[in-house]
């Protein structure tokens, strides 16, 4: 349960922060190359929310 309470705040997270990106006029490549920054300096986990930031960004900016 624990878990799955902080998996939930994480996706949160993920929309408050890329709300706040559309809204500064981030695109999505802008965005992509900041997974990318995630990815080489987290590696797998930043992969993982990486992938998810960028179903975010799909979703929210249609």
């Known amino acids: ?4 309470r902080h998996c939930q705040e994480l996706q949160r ?4 922060h890329i709300r ?3 809204k ?3 695109n999505r490549e ?3 190359e900041t997974v990318s ?3 080489m300096m987290g ?3 930043g992969y993982m ?7 975010a960004f799909d979703q929210l900016s249609q």
Do not use: S
């Not at 997270?13 to 408050?16: D, G, I, K, Q």
């Open 13 to 16: 997270l993920h929309r408050l």
């Open 49 to 55: 929310y990486g992938a998810r930031a960028l179903k």
């Open 37 to 39: 920054v995630a990815i």
């Open 20 to 22: 706040a990106a559309i």
């Open 24 to 26: 500064a006029g981030a």
């Open 1 to 4: 349960m624990r878990c799955y």
């Open 30 to 32: 802008e965005v992509a």
């Open 43 to 45: 590696g797998g986990p």
